[in-house]
């Protein structure tokens, strides 16, 4: 793998943090965004990132030597070796990462040099389509693309990308540099150097690279995830129980951390709203995916879209 330049298409929730542990970790990373409004949106996400990275890494300092059993594996390759000198190093490839992130929202300026665009736009069809005939026009011969949808299959999009063998899927987990995996997956076009290459970009920004062997909607994690989240809308959409008593059944139940409506902030309300609505049903507003699409919907009009809006189904301070 000679990968050096990334480029990220979409600087959201997801995109923001790919960037932001790719830089971390040495890559020259562009964001690639539509307008100035779309930076100034991207921006204090990237210093969010900052934020927790330096914190957990400061966290980490009282004990260096003890291996401690928790961490978050995408900061640290080797716990076991840690130093407060070596965090420090960490620290400082956290400040560099800040800073070093360029916006650009000139799209052949951003893919002039681009060994590697990883996808982050909206989980819409019509807009991905859109992207890829545009960018098409403007990569190097070199450029490998990747797309992190969450339930899209890249051989959707292959044709419009103009190198179809050099496309494929690389989605991450929320939280990416705590919940470091990256599954990986082709269509039946991709070459298999690339998805080699591609799995070893995954390892070396500090992700557990998981290559599926064919296309699956959903990869391994949302196959898993989104059918869970539906039946908690289900729940809400059909009047069973409200969100807070949703959550803390599972919570109470399972022992798990989050409940999904808290999960659905975490995703964002208008991503988990793009979802529901390729559903056919979505279009019936009798039927359980149309009662759940327009509750999202009103969510959204009302800017209720989650943590990073500071209000979703809970409000964030």
Same mark, same amino acid.
């Given at each position: ?14 995109? !923001?943090?790919? $960037?932001?542990?790719?830089?971390? %970790?040495?890559?020259? *990373? &562009? ?6 409004? +779309? ?93 890829? !005939?545009?960018? $098409?026009?403007?990569?190097?011969? %070199?450029?490998?693309? *990747? &797309? ?6 890249? +051989? ?96 109470? $139940? ?64």
């Amino acid at each position: 793998m000679n990968f050096k330049n990334i480029v990220l298409a979409g600087g959201g929730v997801l995109g !923001s943090q790919i $960037a932001y542990q790719s830089a971390y %970790k040495g890559f020259n *990373v &562009t964001v690639w965004v539509r307008s100035e409004a +779309s930076i100034g949106r991207s921006k204090p996400k990237l210093q969010m990132w900052h934020d927790a990275y330096v914190k957990e890494l400061n966290d980490l300092k009282p004990l260096c030597g003890t291996n401690p059993p928790v961490f978050s594996r995408g900061l640290v390759d080797d716990v076991a070796s840690l130093t407060p000198a070596k965090i420090d190093e960490l620290i400082k490839a956290a400040d560099d990462a800040l800073t070093n992130i360029r916006f650009e929202t000139d799209m052949a300026a951003a893919v002039a040099d681009a060994d590697l665009v990883i996808e982050a736009v909206a989980e819409n069809p019509e807009e991905k389509i859109a992207f890829y !005939s545009e960018m $098409a026009k403007h990569m190097p011969e %070199k450029t490998v693309i *990747v &797309t992190n949808s969450s339930t899209l299959l890249p +051989s959707m999009f292959a044709k419009y990308t103009g190198r179809p063998e050099k496309y494929l899927s690389l989605h991450f987990a929320n939280q990416i540099w705590s919940h470091n995996t990256a599954e990986v997956m082709g269509h039946p076009g991709t070459e298999q150097k690339y998805f080699d290459q591609v799995v070893e970009f995954a390892e070396s920004i500090g992700m557990f690279a998981l290559p599926l062997k064919k296309e699956q909607p959903g990869y391994i994690l949302n196959s898993l995830l989104v059918p869970f989240l539906n039946s908690a809308m289900a729940l809400l959409a059909n009047d069973v129980a409200e969100p807070a008593v949703v959550d803390k059944t599972w919570m109470l $139940a399972t022992g798990a951390p989050m409940g999904p409506f808290r999960i659905l902030d975490v995703v964002g309300i208008t991503t988990a709203y793009n979802i529901v609505s390729m559903n056919p049903d979505a279009k019936n507003p009798d039927s359980t995916y149309g009662k759940i699409a327009t509750k999202l919907k009103a969510m959204i009009d009302a800017g209720k879209t989650g943590v990073n809006a500071g209000e979703g189904f809970y409000k964030y301070n």
